[in-house]
Nanobody, 124 residues
Framework: QVQFVESGGGLVQPGGSLRLSCVAS????????MSWYRQNSGEERELVAT????????EYAHSVKGRFSVSRDNAQNTMLLQMNTLRPEATGVYSC?????????????????WGQGTQGTVSS
């Protein structure tokens, strides 16, 4: 059974930092591109960052480019998101899953569930 467990959220002031962690299980983590997503109540889940299977290629939403950094440890089935110089608009529940195109493709049926996510709040 595919599972994701996110942690590391919290309340920080604007300009502060958070480091999020995602531990995945139930599938061969090292074979899949992975992504971080963010959602606020009543809004659609948005893509924040994506990392390649080996970690050498990363992509970011325009709003976080240069301030967020995604990494992974395939030996530990773990993905991290380092968030620096945080702004209030970064507030939301952060969740991890495989990359969006995988979720919408033939293998998507294996990755339909989400973890509980971790709440990040940026406020003074």
């Amino acid at each position: 059974q595919v599972q994701f467990v996110e942690s590391g959220g919290g309340l920080v002031q604007p300009g502060g930092s958070l480091r999020l962690s995602c531990v995945a299980s139930g599938f061969t983590f090292s074979r899949y591109r992975m992504s971080w997503y963010r959602q606020n109540s009543g809004e659609e889940r948005e893509l924040v960052a994506t990392i390649s299977v080996g970690g050498g290629t990363t992509e970011y939403a325009h709003s976080v480019k240069g301030r967020f950094s995604v990494s992974r440890d395939n030996a530990q089935n773990t993905m991290l998101l380092q968030m620096n110089t945080l702004r209030p608009e970064a507030t939301g529940v952060y969740s991890c899953n495989v990359a969006r195109d995988i979720r919408s493709g033939p293998e998507g049926r294996f990755f339909g569930s989400w973890g509980q996510g971790t709440q990040g709040t940026v406020s003074s």
